[in-house]
T-cell receptor, first 112, second 113 residues
């Protein structure tokens, strides 16, 4: 099955730095979602995007729905140690009864 | 509000054995999903239920995997017989009808030796 491509695959940053990651697809999605997964837990929804070009924030997190509807971006400002985890994008197509296609994940590690 | 419950949390079996996982969704959530997450990858949908009916099982390896949700509440996923490549975390999720947000359980980590 298809998986969306995420980059970078992993990143090691210092506390306080800003983080950017992206997700690309060869096909169009009508909804983009960003999840965070901590070790030993299931993914937790961070942000949902419903319209091309939409920019949505959730605290220090900002995500954008790409104009082409084939990509999405997530930014984390002023990273803190609890931001450590794996970030997944997920796309949803119209008429697919809420079926999600997940990305390959970006592993974020933060140093003090 | 109680979250999605899954059991067991960990299971180790030998290849060709059988295994079953249980999921209890959030109360009132009609839609239930089973995902397989192989190490280093994102979750992959195996099967989606709406109440007790199957909506999508296109990626379920039906020769060895089966799932049921007989009363439209909790669900079981079975693998018989297991193969080495079935080693993964099996995640259950649930959502309200028409809602985008899927709530995930903690998963069952399966190791096949």
């Amino acid at each position: 099955g298809q998986q969306l491509n995420q980059s970078p695959q992993s990143m090691f940053i210092q506390e306080g730095e800003d983080v950017s990651m992206n997700c690309t697809s060869s096909s169009i999605f009508n909804t983009w979602l960003w999840y965070k997964q901590d070790p030993g837990e299931g993914p937790v929804l961070l942000i949902a995007l419903y319209k091309a070009g939409e920019l949505t924030s959730n605290g220090r997190l900002t995500a954008q729905f790409g104009i082409t509807r084939k990509d999405s971006f997530l930014n984390i400002s002023a990273s803190i140690p609890s931001d450590v985890g794996i970030y997944f994008c997920a796309g949803q197509k119209a008429g697919t009864a809420s079926k999600l296609t997940f990305g390959t994940g970006t592993r974020l590690q933060v140093t003090l | 509000e109680a979250g999605v419950a899954q059991s067991p949390r960990y299971k180790i079996i030998e290849k060709r054995q059988s295994v079953a996982f249980w999921c209890n969704p959030i109360s009132g959530h009609a839609t239930l999903y089973w995902y397989q997450q192989i190490l280093g990858q994102g979750p992959k949908l195996l099967i989606q239920f709406q109440n007790n009916g199957v909506v999508d099982d296109s990626q379920l390896p039906k020769d060895r995997f089966s799932a049921e949700r007989l009363k439209g509440v909790d669900s079981t996923l079975k693998i018989q017989p297991a193969k080495l490549e079935d080693s993964a975390v099996y995640l259950c999720a649930s959502s309200s009808p028409g809602a985008d947000t899927q709530y995930f359980g903690p998963g069952t980590r399966l190791t096949v030796l």
